[in-house]
């Protein structure tokens, strides 16, 4: 495939590069960038019109559940590349949580060649911190990262024993990985359900306090300070979490974090309709919360924005509050999200938001990845920042259709994703018939 994306604003946070520009790729790669390329369709490339469009790197999602092996009647590898793909994202993350859980280099084998056999996007497995995520003992991290994992992290579940977080941070260093830590007190949180505030009380649904992140949070920058160990903290939450994360910043403590495109969206009022779509872990926050993260986020005290995509079947979702899952699908939903919600609302510059899913993430995981350059591989997102379009959760290419904003009108969606110069989806349509051929 040769292609020349032409006309474009380009935005690059790398290089701080914010200008009309054309790109040209061949064999894979970005083989020219600049002004006023001409298009050279005697050697069969195809001129592709991007004109009031965004076209930024490749975005990375680091935090994704793809559920197999074991979870396939909620997502598979297959279905959660084609969701990432419709959502714009060229690179994501699959978190360890699967059945069996990917403690061992099988599993992370096992994603590697399905992610390859699908063809669609970049999928980079991440190993468990402890064996069968138990939190009892580290995992083989060593035999981990050697089979390609690329953080370690036992998200689900907190690892409660802090001398055993102690020993992953420790032992990761070695590798350069990051561990990725699900900040969860479970014996504070306990059956909680909703956010507990005002209206927790109101639907008389059992809380989880701030305090049941925020705990785990202040022990795991204070384990990273002892330790130097590399802490990537996952779904933020709280306003306390970021105070936290400023004074582990403020401490020079090495310390990275993210939030979603729903605990930057949504408040704990959206449980009012007991819709088991808002029950998600940690749980939507009080409006205080959700200001905090929007700044911490602008200001890129947080540098990741991540979906915490979670997928679960139409029967799990439809029990009741309590019975149900926790768990929100984002693939396809993110940059809409936080584009209308942060960009188009005017609390940051196009340039910052892409920084948050580009430069941010790679930065975290170690990636030569994020940015645009001649030789590099041509992995695109363009955005239509113009384009407004409902949610409607029974196209998604995931199987989950598990969202809180189904029907809800955004501004800004991704319009083309370009993975190792292969277009795998263009105008929300991922390619079907696109067999790993790179
Ligand atoms: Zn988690």
New binding site residues.
């Given amino acids: 495939m040769k292609f020349l994306l032409k006309g474009g604003m380009v935005l690059d946070p790398q290089t701080g590069w914010e200008k009309e520009g054309d790109i040209r790729i061949a064999g894979g790669k970005i083989t020219e960038l600049g002004a006023d390329l001409a298009g050279r369709d005697e050697d069969g490339e195809e001129l592709i019109d991007v004109q009031g469009k965004i076209v930024a790197p490749g975005f990375i999602d680091l935090h994704v559940h793809l559920r197999e092996p074991g979870g396939e009647a909620h997502e598979t590898i297959l279905t959660g590349c084609r969701a990432a793909a419709a959502g714009g994202f060229t690179t994501i993350a699959a978190m360890p949580n699967t059945s069996p859980c990917a403690d061992n280099e099988g599993v992370l084998e096992l994603v590697k060649v399905r992610a390859q056999k699908a063809g669609l996007v970049r999928v980079l497995p991440i190993g468990t911190i402890s064996k069968g995520r138990a939190g009892q003992e580290i995992a083989e991290i060593g035999s981990l990262y050697r089979a390609g994992a690329a953080a370690v992290s036992d998200?689900?579940s907190c690892v409660a024993n802090s001398e055993v977080m102690r020993r992953a941070l420790e032992y990761t260093k070695i590798f350069g990985l990051p561990v990725i830590s699900?900040s969860e007190d479970v014996t504070l949180s306990a059956d909680g359900l909703m956010h507990e505030g005002a209206w927790s009380t109101l639907l008389g649904l059992r809380g989880i306090p701030a305090q049941a992140e925020e705990i785990m949070v202040a022990r795991d920058i204070l384990l990273a300070e002892l330790t130097g160990g590399k802490l990537h903290l996952?779904?933020l939450s709280t306003a306390g979490s970021v105070a936290l994360l400023r004074y582990a910043r403020e401490r020079g403590i090495l310390v990275t974090a993210e939030a979603t495109p729903h605990h930057l969206l949504l408040t704990d009022e959206e449980v009012r309709d007991y819709s088991t779509q808002t029950k998600v872990?940690p749980p939507l926050r009080s409006k205080a919360d959700v200001e905090a993260l929007r700044e911490a986020v602008a200001e890129g005290l947080i540098s990741c924005i991540a979906t915490?995509h979670a997928p679960w079947s139409q029967e799990e979702k439809e029990q009741e509050y309590s019975k149900a899952p926790s768990g929100i699908v984002g693939l396809e939903t993110a940059i809409p999200m936080v584009w209308d919600t942060l960009v188009v609302q005017g609390k940051m510059s196009p340039l910052e938001l892409i920084a948050r899913f580009t430069t941010g993430p790679a930065k975290v995981l170690g990636l030569a990845q994020g940015y645009l350059a001649v030789g590099q591989a041509a992995d695109l997102t363009v955005i239509d920042p113009h384009l407004q379009k409902a949610v409607q959760a029974s196209e998604f290419y995931s199987k989950g259709r598990n969202t809180p904003v189904d029907g809800r009108v955004f501004q800004g969606w991704p319009v083309m994703t370009i993975v190792g110069g292969k277009i795998v989806m263009r105008e929300g349509k991922v390619k079907g018939d696109l067999v790993n051929n790179a």
């Fill in positions: 998200d689900g699900h996952a779904h872990n915490d």
